[in-house]
């Protein structure tokens, strides 16, 4: 079976950081795109960053450019969201989609932005 | 910028056929945005059902079916069951851009 396992959430404060890391067993999270969506509270999924499988060819919804960066670590499986500068709004469940055609979703980690 | 829209609710009787349709604002939705449909159930992750306009995963019901209806995507349940009972949003994708819609509460009584 195909488990996606997101970690790394929590409370920060506006203006802080948070790394958000994806971890799957089995299934080879380096065999395709690997995607983060998140969810804010009683609101619909929100599409915000892919990474391609070789980690060369990225994308990133506007409202995180330049504060989000995506990462993979081939050898340990690993897809790894870092997010600095964060804001109040990024408040939400972050979920890690692995698979052709976002076939895994993970169960999300939540963060909070709050002062 | 491009809004994906979606009917807010829609309600259909158990073993009832209910369309869900998913639009863009900026222009009509052909296989080329690769429509792709979710499940989501309170407190569970949304689930994948639909990919590429028509395609189901192994684990869809047969049950959906996705296709292209006039200027939009649409999602068909035929023989809707009480676990269908959920929230159901689509995505549509640009290039290297993909929109969600605001999604679908679907009601099954």
Known sequence: DVKIVESGGGLVQPGGSLRLVCNASGYDLNSEWVRWARQAPGKGPEGLAGIEKDGRRKSYVDSVKGRFTLSRDIGKNLVILQMDSLRVEDTGLYYCIGGAWWAYWGQGTPVTVAS | ?109
């Not at chain 2, 349709?21 to 945005?33: E, F, K, L, P, R």
């Open chain 2, 1 to 109: 910028q491009t809004v994906v829209t979606q009917e807010p609710s829609l309600t259909v009787s158990p073993g009832g056929t209910v369309t869900l349709t998913c639009g863009s604002t900026t222009a009509t939705v052909t296989n080329d945005q690769r429509c792709y449909w979710f499940q989501q159930k309170p407190g569970q992750a949304p689930t994948t059902l639909i990919f590429n306009t028509r395609n189901r995963h192994s684990w869809t019901p047969a049950r959906f079916s996705g296709s292209l209806l006039g200027d939009k995507a649409a999602l068909t349940l035929s023989s809707a069951q009480p676990e269908d009972d959920a929230d159901y949003y689509c995505l549509l994708s640009y290039g290297s851009l993909q929109v969600f819609g605001g999604g679908t509460k679907l009601t099954v009584l």
